[in-house]
């Protein structure tokens, strides 16, 4: 399978009883399908996947899978910082028909680049489904080294992709330049996936088209077909939002803008909670109205 495109990294709807709302998850499934992205990311960081219940995750992902109904890829979150864990949630969202998993770099143990080796290649040898490495220092801890990186590609087969959040512009070109052919590089950050595309890169795994995947896939398939002047286009329309998906941790920020615009309710799982500053939401409500009337002027 060729990873190449948008693929959002889903939010996770809570109800007012702070239990997972699935009606609103298959009306997200569906308006992301409807709005032609590539693919779905459930039970990513997005998707608040450390509070959620070893039973949520399993499910949200089944549900994830039953509700797209093979009209797009679905790549799963099931990364952990214990390996087992890690193999357990992979094999059971590969039972439940997933096209691919999306594994993190581990959390808070800081393993060696060894350790880093031992612990993918365990998850990609206890399943046949795709996977696709996520290197995010500044979440866990750790940087995925690209010669660890290659190395865990050629040993196995099934280790096809990296999503690179790393923010660092020459290590993801030092990836793209070593990568064999068909390892696919796929940006982490919204705001750098035009750069990483323009160096060779193959797409991103995005938090803003969550609320925006129409325009985020004409950003990134403009950039793919050869067309700058028109992905720099929608790159300097999103840029503001860009910034302000991260002006509070991830997924505040978005999953705020998604429940101004109707898509879920503002509930949040403990320690996460709603934006700290009234300045921020008001700046992300103005950026998000601007946005929409763009769209309704057909300027976007």
Known sequence: ?????VYTALITPFTEYNTVD????????????????????????????????????????AKTIKYAAGRVPVIAGTGSNAT???????????????DAI???????????????????KAIA?????????????????????????????????????????SGNLAQIEDVINKSSEGFSVLSGDD????????????????????????QMERLVHSALDGNFDEAGRYASWF???FSLCFIETNPIPIKVA???????REIFRLPLCTLESEEHRKVLIETVDRMFRDIEKGVF
Not at 1 to 5: A, L, N, P, S, V
Not at 88 to 98: I, K, N
Not at 193 to 205: F, H, K, Y
């Open 1 to 5: 399978m060729e990873f190449k495109g």
């Open 22 to 61: 699935y009606a609103a998850l298959e009306r997200l499934v569906n308006f992301q399908i409807d709005s032609a992205i590539d693919g779905l990311v459930p039970c990513g960081t997005t998707g608040e996947s450390p509070t959620l219940s070893h039973e949520e995750h399993d499910r949200v992902i």
């Open 84 to 98: 087992h864990e890690a193999i357990r949630l992979s094999q059971h969202a590969e039972d439940a028909g997933v």
């Open 102 to 120: 999306l594994l993190v770099n581990p959390y808070y143990n800081k393993p060696t680049q060894l350790g880093l080796y031992q612990h993918f």
């Open 125 to 165: 040898d206890s399943v046949s489904v795709p996977c696709i490495l996520y290197n995010i220092k500044g979440r866990t801890g750790v940087n995925l080294e690209t010669e660890t990186l290659i190395r865990l590609a050629s040993d196995c087969r099934n280790i096809v992709a990296v999503k690179e959040a």
């Open 191 to 214: 705001n750098i996936a035009l750069d990483v595309i323009r160096m060779g890169g193959d797409g991103v795994i995005s938090v803003a088209s969550n609320l925006f995947p129409r």
């Open 239 to 241: 840029r503001d939002f």
């Open 258 to 264: 998604m429940a101004y615009a109707g898509h879920c």
